[in-house]
């Protein structure tokens, strides 16, 4: 157990959040004891505002107090303040790195913003297309498991590293789109990897204590959608 | 290990990415092929070394390519970790230069192009964002030498190509840097006395005459 007398750890988050899931598999993974901090929906609490003010977002790592934002480098940050716990998130070698680092921010300059745009869409015509851009995107990503992966189970080979946090994050969301707009993202046949990827992903050890089941998701997304009479969206915000 | 095999950029010389990348390898005193990129006719290289996004920069390694610009100085960082370190050594310094380098992409650089792009009418957002993120800079380097503290580090490499682009986002944007962010100006002027950064930002006014050309080009007039 990484946990150690005088270690203090502290996660701001909320559970329906991609970008804290992030964060708590990344401490799962290391073994690392920590005190979850659920904010309240729709409120700030001033310690967030206080340990993140330049975005005011979860999630946010407290670590003996000293805060650190945005999900990424929180997972960065885990991998090496715990070096010798559970496995290394990322590779050692210095081009595998850069590999998973240009994967990771694929998935969130452009995989996450063309989710965030199809569950804004409002015709039939714009969410073909943005579903259609959405599925380019994962064929962009099977097609990297393969270069990746090494033939193993995960993007980090052999068990989860750093572009199976950065991605699996949104399987449960994954589905919830599924279902609402009826289209098959993950496809068995068309991409494979990513399908069998998926199941191993949400069937972890690090992963399926936390990750939250879609049906909550749903029922979380309706409640928010009848209240704001807005789409909900992937936003570490809340 | 790194020394003997190939290296290569892609760039242009005009981009802020691209200039990060010099400075970092010069900052390692690494010897490089710099190969400038015609952005209209990109060649078959630039087109097989980054088929997911199609820009510049890339630095190939060995024929391996690497893009994105902070993944590329991070990179350099970590192939050549036995001068000059850009990140410092404690995990949680290395979140914090992290986040400020990503914030300069987002707050700064994404923003600064909006200025530019943008007609007049639909700048209003980005340029309140823009000096906006220019001050939670000055408040970030504080009274330090550098972003890095006394060593130049990798906040300093992420943003110092402001230094080239500064007169043409005050134009576009209509603000003065001197006014807006002093600190910063005379942060880039410190900067501006190292070697690695000297021989890698273009004049000021040869950017600002390549983005009028460039808002021609888009019918901004």
């Known amino acids: ?238 | 290990m790194a020394e003997t095999k190939e290296l290569v950029l892609l760039n242009c010389w005009a981009s802020p990415y691209g200039m990060r990348c010099r400075i970092a390898l010069a900052e390692k005193r690494v010897e490089y092929e710099h190969k400038d990129e015609n952005l209209m006719e990109k060649s078959p290289l630039l087109l097989q070394s980054n088929p997911v996004h199609k820009k510049i920069p890339v630095l190939v390694h060995g024929g391996k390519p690497v893009c994105e610009s902070l993944v590329i100085v991070q990179y350099v960082d970590e192939a050549w970790p036995d001068r000059a370190p850009l990140l410092p050594a404690d995990a949680y310094g290395r979140a914090q230069a992290r986040f400020w380098a990503d914030f300069v992409d987002k707050k700064i650089f994404e923003c600064g192009t909006k200025l530019w792009m943008l007609k007049k009418e639909a700048q209003g957002e980005a340029k309140k964002e823009f000096t906006e993120g220019l001050k939670l800079l000055e408040g970030e380097l504080g009274e330090k030498k550098y972003f890095g503290g006394d060593t130049f580090g990798f906040v300093d490499v992420a943003l110092v190509p402001l230094m080239a682009w500064f007169r043409t986002y005050e134009s576009f944007g209509s603000f003065s840097a001197e006014t807006e962010a002093p600190k910063l100006v005379a942060w880039g002027k410190r900067c501006m006395e190292r070697e690695s950064v000297a021989m890698s930002l273009p004049d000021p006014g040869k950017v600002y005459e390549f983005v009028c050309f460039m808002r021609k080009m888009f019918g901004l007039g």
Not at chain 1, 5 to 25: N, Q, T
Not at chain 1, 101 to 124: C, H, M, V
Not at chain 1, 157 to 171: E, H
Not at chain 1, 208 to 221: H, Q, S
């Open chain 1, 1 to 238: 157990m990484a946990a150690a007398e005088g270690i203090e750890v502290k996660l701001i988050g909320a559970w329906p959040s991609p970008f804290v899931l992030r964060a708590r598999i990344a401490l799962n993974l290391k073994g690392v004891e920590y005190e979850f901090l659920q904010e309240k929906f729709g409120e700030k609490s001033e310690l967030l505002l206080r340990a993140n003010p330049v975005y005011k977002k979860i999630p946010v790592l407290l670590h003996h107090g000293k805060p650190i934002c945005e999900s990424m480098i929180i997972v960065e940050y885990v991998d090496e303040a715990w070096p010798a716990a559970g496995r290394a998130i990322l590779p050692a070698d210095p081009y595998e790195r850069a590999l998973h680092r240009f994967w990771a921010s694929y998935i969130d300059d452009k995989l996450n913003p063309s989710g965030a745009a199809l569950s804004k869409t409002q015709t039939e015509e714009a969410k073909v297309e943005a579903a259609g851009q959405v599925i380019a995107g994962l064929k962009l990503l099977e097609e990297a498991f393969g270069r990746l992966s090494k033939g193993k189970g995960f993007f980090g080979g052999d068990d989860i590293g750093y572009v199976d946090i950065a991605l699996g994050c949104f399987l449960g969301w994954l589905k919830v789109m599924e279902k609402t707009s009826g289209v098959k993202f993950i496809d068995e046949e068309k991409m494979p990897l990513l399908a069998g990827w998926a199941e191993r992903f949400c069937a972890h050890e690090a992963v399926k204590a936390v990750m939250p089941e879609p049906e909550r998701l749903e029922a979380f997304a309706r409640k928010r959608a009848a209240s704001a009479k807005a789409p909900p969206a992937n936003q570490n915000t809340f």
